[in-house]
């Protein structure tokens, strides 16, 4: 919720854009054939993202979500980019780590928190979406 008020400019109602959201996830569920542990990750992402009263400590729920996800995945550069951007800007930018005025006038505005885990559910969302049926079902 925080990213769209900061980076899009959107300022909707929270019931709609979680009903969007929800919709999204259980069709991604139902209609793509992922395995379980896919279908967990994207909920346990799905809960911290589309909450609009996150907060830090709860991002540990969508970094548990991104690493089911990337442990039954491929071990491809992408995934593993989207791994430690996760661990990095989810985890780390908010500790001690990181200094308090970067903090304070850049990665709390602009929810920067939010940005890899949205990336890895879209990710998970969009690899349900059967693009090509012709290719899938080996036909020439």
């Known amino acids: 919720m925080g990213f769209l008020k900061s980076w899009l400019h959107f300022d909707l109602p929270a019931n709609y854009v979680v009903v969007a959201g929800a919709l999204v996830l259980i069709a991604s569920a139902l209609l793509g054939r ?8 994207s909920v346990l992402i799905f809960v911290t993202i589309f909450n609009y009263a996150a907060e830090s400590p709860s991002y540990v729920i969508a970094v548990a979500g991104v690493a089911l996800w990337y442990f039954s995945q491929p071990r491809t550069a992408a995934n593993l980019a989207l791994l430690a951007a996760t661990f990095l800007l989810s985890e780390l930018a908010s500790t001690d780590i990181v200094p308090r005025s970067l903090r304070r006038e850049f990665l709390e505005p602009y929810v920067v928190k939010a940005l890899p885990c949205i990336a890895v559910w879209l990710r998970i969302v969009f690899s349900t979406i059967p693009l090509n049926r012709e290719r899938n079902s080996g036909r020439p």
């Open 34 to 41: 992922q395995p379980r542990v896919i279908i967990l990750a």
